[in-house]
């Protein structure tokens, strides 16, 4: 139920701001040939999905995705994704890095990024600007935070998750007061006894819905909602970064509030994180629901066929559109769009990514002639806790897994990162090859 003061508050005057354009060196080398925020997910979609529903959802139809690294397959996406009718105001508009008679650098950070955007952001009428990540996977609607920021009369409300101690050394971790404003703020800390400090006390354990065993701290989920003023104010420096240098400071100076949030929410920043967060997707009660409908995830319509499925079996799988499986055994797995999976095969704990197109008969033939496989994974083959890359051509007789390899491993055919097998996009796997 939506509360009277929430209503009151118009989301068309919040405008979305979406970082799109860091490296992602911890995805590597899912990121070798994209950026991080167009990788995959979860067979049909990519991650920059996941924001950009969270916003329409939200009734905040403003939305400006900043990208710079390896672009063009997100700009591609993204356009033919998200389109809003000429009797809205509603947008999902691109600004890429660009170098101008004044400045010749690239984005240098989050904060960074905004900063060099302010010239587009200053022609646009907005009460609120919300920063988010293009790398994350949750739901939330965005109105709650609005709401919250309102009604704290904060400057700046950062959207915050309860967490483990143990995870707190990957997060920005804060403290807050009776009334839920920060106080206190870290980027990532790895001292046990400064980890002490900033534990959730027991008094506050039972309003923030956590353990009162001493073990929960509140991580930042880089979600940040910002006044339009405060926003360029706290931006009229040379900092470069939101977490390490603009929320930190802000603390001394404005009206810094956390909004608390209760609800699964997954930073897929490294290779490990992104192939266990793809993986319990495929369980039978996963803990982010694409099959929510009050809160649907979009992406790009393709209008490709159902897949088809020649008596193969399938346990605690995700099967995108497209396919065709023949008899092979495929478990706790995502198989991604237009895969091709032949018989005798067995995929476990696999994240096939799938293709970007179905081959024609004269490139089977030519790549055939070659010595090639066709794209897909052939006959026989074997392949257990490994990521399969876009368009990957897999042979017969093949094994790939991480067993008996060092945790992070580079091959001129393959990766290994966070103890996980990835076959780089495109890339050919002869017949009887062993990894």
Not at 9 to 37: H, S, W, Y
Not at 111 to 122: F, Q, T
């Amino acid at each position: 139920m939506v509360s009277g003061k929430m209503r009151s508050i118009d989301p068309n005057r919040v405008l979305c701001i979406i970082m799109g354009g860091g490296q992602g060196t911890r995805l590597f080398p899912l990121t070798r040939e994209r950026a991080k925020p167009a990788v995959p997910l979860a067979g049909k979609y990519r991650l920059v999905d996941i924001p950009i529903s969270n916003c329409i959802n939200s009734g905040m139809r403003r939305i400006y995705l900043l990208t710079q690294f390896l672009s063009a397959s997100l700009h591609r996406h993204v356009y033919a994704s998200f389109k809003f009718d000429h009797f809205t105001t509603g947008f999902v508009e691109i600004l890429a890095a660009e170098q101008t008679l004044t400045d010749t650098s690239w984005y240098e950070g989050t904060a960074d990024a905004v900063r060099k955007n302010l010239g587009h952001l200053r022609n646009i009428e907005f009460d609120y600007a919300l920063i988010l990540s293009g790398d994350q996977l949750y739901r939330i609607d965005f109105r709650k935070i609005l709401e919250r920021h309102v009604a704290s009369e904060a400057d700046l409300t950062v959207s915050t998750i309860p967490v483990r101690r143990e995870l707190a050394h990957g997060l920005g971790i804060m403290q807050i007061d009776a009334q839920q404003r920060i106080v206190r703020f870290v980027e990532k800390p790895k001292d046990p006894a400064l980890l002490d400090t900033l534990v959730i006390p027991p008094s506050s354990t039972s309003e923030l819905e956590v353990p009162s065993d001493g073990q929960y701290v509140l991580g930042s989920m880089g979600i940040y909602m910002f006044n339009r003023q405060v926003l360029f104010d706290l931006l009229d420096n040379d900092t470069t970064d939101f977490g390490k240098h603009i929320i930190p400071a802000s603390i001394q100076t404005h009206r810094v509030h956390a909004y608390v949030f209760h609800g699964y929410w997954e930073d897929i920043g490294t290779i490990r994180s992104f192939f266990e967060a793809n993986l319990e997707l495929a369980a039978e009660l996963p803990r982010f629901d694409f099959f929510d409908m009050s809160a649907p995830i979009y992406s790009r319509p393709r209008f490709l066929p159902a897949s088809k499925i020649n008596g193969a079996t399938i346990e605690h799988a995700i099967i995108a559109d497209g396919c065709i499986i023949n008899q092979c055994k495929v478990s706790q797995s995502i198989i991604g769009l237009r895969c091709r999976i032949e018989e005798g095969s067995h995929l476990t704990r696999t994240v096939a990514l799938g293709a970007d197109y179905f081959e024609s008969l004269e490139s089977i033939q030519r790549h055939l002639d070659k010595g090639h496989p066709r794209i897909g994974i052939g006959k026989n083959t074997r392949i257990e806790n490994a990521i399969i890359d876009k368009n990957a051509r897999i042979g017969d007789n093949c094994v790939i897994t991480p067993a008996g390899k060092p945790s992070s491993y580079d091959d001129a055919r393959f990766f290994v990162r966070d103890g996980v097998v990835i076959i780089p996009k495109n890339m050919i796997i002869p017949n009887n090859t062993v990894i």
